[in-house]
């Protein structure tokens, strides 16, 4: 084999071994089946190519391209010919936590929406990242800085308003000083309603005294409560044996009840005019009766009266004749 046939062979292997290096580290599908998709971002935050894909989670292809457009950043992916990518699928712009490194993580999609095809579109979401929390802490810092800023700016002006306050009541706070001061002293002399309070345990005593008095009580009433429970006294029978007076209470109901109906017949029969005292109450012709018979009895008694005097007088002649 002569000098050329040995470079070519050289040659040829090299480009062996940058394809096969090129496809284990997965920078390429040379060597596998594959189609693409696109999506849009505004801004892709130091997005490269050869960036991994990843969909639902899984790493399944590779960033192709990275190119400006009007209105953003169009990137170009390359997926793998076995992985589905549905309709209703969003490409989000994210990282690594640990090295920093952008990817584009891609979600499946609803399979109902149908299966996207070689050189379709998708919408494409950035997320803040790293570079983002940076930024919105150093805006918040920013923030802080200028309240810092504002506060010293304005301290001199606090200050010096409160001290106007200060000097313009500097007479109500030594009056009202002074009033408490005479207020905490008649309260130690014991003056007053909280001065005894403070000074006067006879309260306490008098509570003291309540309260066991309360204590006493509550006992006799605990005391009374258990004689109950145990049946003791009248009380406590009619409380625990009530079978007896509850036979005498029904048996007296049954009286009554039986009395009350006897009262109702006789009213129902007086009503309706039977018996003596039923005419009495309702045929008034024994009314008009005595009324003549008394009526009669006055005439009699007068005709009595009138002829007494002639009466005696004969029986007096017939005695002497």
Partial sequence: MNKEQRAGLFFIGGLLVFFVAIALTGQSRIFTNSWHLYAQFSDVHGLTAGAPVRVAGVEAGSV????????????????????????????????????????????????VAGRLGDGDSIEGIERGGLTGALGELERVGSSIRELVESFNSNQADLLGTLNKIVDENAAAITATAGSLEIITSRIASGEGTLGRLSADDSLYTEMTGALASLKVAADNISTLTGRLVDGEGSLGELLTDDSAFYDEARETMARLRSSTDELDRMTSMLSSGDGTIGKLLTDDSLYYETEDAIRALGRTAETIEDQAPISVIGTAIGTLF
């Fill in 64 to 111: 192709s391209s990275v190119r400006l457009v009007e209105g953003g950043v169009r990137v170009g992916i390359e997926l793998d010919g076995d992985v589905a990518v549905y309709g209703g699928s969003e490409a989000v712009l994210d990282y690594q936590a640990l090295s920093g490194n952008r990817f584009v993580a891609i979600s499946a999609g609803d399979p």
